[in-house]
């Protein structure tokens, strides 16, 4: 018997007169052993997953369990060093001239998370690069000037 968990065989006929044999589902080798030794008429069906088993969230838990064996490390995704640039560019700029200390109090965070940011070594957090990019006028995808209002 294989380790084939779509698969159910069955022992007996499958009409349920009195005459014939009951319909049982085989547990092991040994009883699927017995049953081919005594002649019993044996079938093997494919089992379908129910509405239930399969919604969206079993997928998943197959993926995560897949991520899960993987021996791949994944690093995190950094900070565009393009944008770390412009970032510290602008801050140096007449009119935004900040410190670090400064620029961090504006957008209400840490002075090592815009010492991270400007030297590219922060892990890409987009919501930080737009509070610093508003902040900044500098545009959060690319590190452009974004152009003044009037």
């Known amino acids: 018997m294989s380790d084939d968990w779509d698969t159910v065989t069955k022992i007996g006929s499958k009409t349920r007169t009195g005459v014939g044999q009951k319909e049982t589902v085989i547990r092991g080798q040994s009883a699927l052993n017995a049953a081919q030794r005594s002649g019993a008429v044996l079938a093997t069906e494919k089992k379908y997953a129910t509405a239930n088993a399969s919604n969206k969230g079993a997928s998943e838990g197959q993926r995560l369990t897949k991520v899960d064996r993987s ?19 602008r801050r140096a700029q007449e009119g935004y001239k900040f410190t670090q200390a400064q620029l961090a109090q504006k957008v209400n965070v840490s002075a090592n998370e815009i010492k991270q940011l400007e030297s590219g070594t922060a892990i890409k957090n987009q919501a930080l690069l737009n ?13 452009e000037p974004l152009p003044d209002k009037k």
């Not at 950094?78 to 560019?89: F, G, P, Q, S, V």
């Open 71 to 89: 021996d791949d490390i994944v690093a995190p995704q950094k900070l565009d060093t393009k944008i770390a640039e412009a970032i510290k560019n």
């Open 131 to 143: 509070k610093v990019a508003r902040v900044l006028k500098i545009s959060a995808k690319t590190g």
